[in-house]
């Protein structure tokens, strides 16, 4: 069985890469992940190596601009024959040179219903502020416009009145762990690039 081959974009802790991981290890799930890049130093990237997948890190301070040190990144990905990116918990903008390079091939998890609390890195903290009653979590296909691409699905998660950022950020996580293999699944039937 041929596996179609991810590539996972991290910047901190990895819960969402290490459900990756432990969903590849079945020999039957038809996706693995074949390297992750980082922006930084993070825990993520020691999860990796535990796992014995290739890594790369690709620091802002080492490229002249974000388009350089974006395309290095898919140079690094193409070098490793990836097919589909994950954005798991990666915190930089990508650059168009590299959104049109893997147009429709780029997906990333986000913690809210999009299209509500999008475009920032808080929207559970904004979800409690807003006192909704209910949030969720989003995996949506990249493109040039900040969480705005086509949704691929969705998981709901209710907001209780003694939740904190923790506790709800643990239970839309949880959803996250479950959700994201799933579609990762779902992506390596189906002819790529995703067009929505
Ligand atoms: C996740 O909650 C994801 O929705 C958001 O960043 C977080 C990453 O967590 N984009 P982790 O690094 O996978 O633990």
Do not use: W
Request: aromatic share 4%.
């Amino acid at each position: 069985m041929s596996r179609l081959r991810v590539g996972v974009l991290v910047s901190g802790r990895g819960s969402n890469l290490q459900a990756l991981i432990g969903a590849m290890k079945d020999p039957l799930y038809p996706a693995r992940v074949v390297l992750v890049c980082a922006n930084r130093e993070c825990a993520a990237l020691e999860l990796a190596k535990k796992a014995g997948i290739s890594r790369a890190t690709f620091r802002l301070a080492d490229y002249p601009d974000r388009k350089g040190r974006d395309l290095a990144m898919v140079r690094s990905l193409r070098l490793h024959g990836v097919e589909l990116v994950v954005c798991a918990g990666y915190d930089a903008i990508l650059e168009r040179v590299f959104t049109r390079e893997f147009a429709g091939r780029i997906i990333n998890i986000h913690p809210s219903l999009l299209p509500q609390f999008a475009g920032t890195m808080d929207a559970v903290a904004m979800a409690l502020e807003a006192r909704v009653t209910e949030t969720g979590c989003t995996v949506h296909v990249v493109t040039k416009d900040v969480d705005a691409g086509p949704i691929l699905a969705q998981r709901r998660v209710e907001v209780r009145p003694d939740d904190t950022v923790e506790t709800l950020r643990e239970r839309i996580q949880a959803e996250e762990h479950t959700l994201l293999p799933v579609v990762v699944r779902r992506l390596a039937g189906q002819a790529l690039p995703i067009t929505g």
